[in-house]
């Protein structure tokens, strides 16, 4: 069974600062990684998707990058602003159809 | 584009009720999946259809929940009777193939 591990829980920074929110997996024989954000009482809205043959996509300041074989990606996100606070969630896709999630980053940005 | 729609928004019934929750996926995808989101346990896939199909239900709780999809822009998932325990939000996510998940905005059942 995947296990998804995101750290830190949670993360305040000052506005400006990069933001760098690590997710981690337990089998690496995936088929993509995707990447959601969560605004309190919203639904998921996709940032970036992942294929396990590509090591990172990028989406104006989002980065994220994918070592398969380690299991670890990381979300960057550069130039922080307070409209970037939000749940950040990891999801890992194995070779059939399920999601597999992690339980997020509660990300504070203070103006 | 419209992207998935689910109905009602939010829901309030009392124990013993049947709830019906609606999802109108994203036109042209081929796999809708259900979810629940509840604080103890995050994320949970309930159901998942391919072209229209009940592929894997293996996440659905108990015999109380019921999920179709009659054709490719519809489905629904019910809960009959409603328990206190099955608040939660609910979410439907299409896609197409094996590609990225687009989720509706989600459904906030409350169950007195």
């Known amino acids: 069974k995947q296990e998804v591990t995101q750290i830190p829980a949670a993360l305040s920074v000052p506005e400006g600062e990069n933001l760098v929110l690590n997710c981690s997996f337990t089998?690496?024989?995936?088929?993509?990684l995707q990447w959601f954000r969560q605004d309190p009482g919203k639904g998921l809205t996709s940032l970036l998707l992942?294929?396990?043959?590509?090591r990172e996509q990028t989406s104006g300041r989002l980065n994220a990058s994918l070592d398969k074989s380690s299991g670890r990606s990381t979300l960057y996100i550069a130039a922080s602003q307070p409209g970037d606070s939000a749940t950040y969630l990891c999801?890992?896709?194995?070779?059939?159809?399920?999601?597999?999630f992690g339980a997020g980053t509660t990300v504070t940005v203070r103006a | 584009d419209a992207g998935v729609i689910q109905s009602p928004r939010h829901e309030v019934t009392e124990m013993g009720q049947e709830v019906t929750l609606r999802c109108k996926p994203i036109s042209g995808h081929n796999s809708l999946f259900w979810y629940r989101q509840t604080m103890m346990r995050g994320l949970e896939l309930l159901i998942y259809f391919n072209n229209n199909v009940p592929i894997d239900d293996s996440g659905m709780p108990e015999d109380r929940f019921s999920a179709k999809m009659p054709n490719a822009s519809f489905s629904t998932l019910k809960i009959q009777p409603s328990e206190p325990r099955d608040s939660a939000v609910y979410f439907c996510?299409?896609?197409?193939?094996?590609?990225?998940?687009?989720f509706g905005p989600g459904t906030r059942l409350t169950v007195l």
């Open positions: 999801a890992v896709r194995s070779n059939d159809y399920k999601l597999s």
């Open positions: 996510a299409s896609s197409l193939g094996g590609y990225e998940q687009f």
């Open positions: 992942i294929q396990s043959s590509q």
């Open positions: 089998d690496s024989a995936i088929y993509n």
